[in-house]
Nanobody
Framework: QVQVVESGGNLVQPGGSLRLSCVTS????????TGWYRQAPGKQRELVAA???????NYADSVKGRFTISRDNVKNTAYLQMNSLKPEDTAVYYC???????????????WGQGTQVTVSS
């Protein structure tokens, strides 16, 4: 009943920029939090950035000053603006949405399918 879809991943040169999008749809009452995660080959999935209901944000130390998370509540879309990209940013990026639904079953988390970001010359 809830779908999360990421887009915007691409091949980009070091120093370049990308903007990822995360669209959440379905029988949603509210989106309580959205997080962007990434997973590189051979490594565990890690939190990159998150935004909660009041607009507060947090970032991994490795991306502070370079990445910005934002949201558009009308469109149920979250964004990750990535600037000054480095080869070590290469990973599959996943969106996770923590939501309440019309079924009244409490807070549940939903994952998107991931989008590939490759930073290389």
């Amino acid at each position: 009943q809830v779908q999360v879809v990421e887009s915007g991943g691409n091949l980009v040169q070091p120093g370049g920029s990308l903007r990822l999008s995360c669209v959440t749809s379905g029988s949603i009452l509210s989106i309580l939090a959205t997080g962007w995660y990434r997973q590189a080959p051979g490594k565990q999935r890690e939190l990159v950035a998150a935004i909660v209901t009041d607009g507060s944000t947090n970032y991994a130390d490795s991306v502070k000053g370079r990445f910005t998370i934002s949201r558009d509540n009308v469109k149920n879309t979250a964004y990750l603006q990535m600037n000054s990209l480095k080869p070590e940013d290469t990973a599959v990026y996943y969106c996770n949405a923590q939501v309440t639904t019309t079924g009244g079953k409490g807070v549940l988390g939903y994952w998107g399918q991931g989008t590939q970001v490759t930073v290389s010359s």
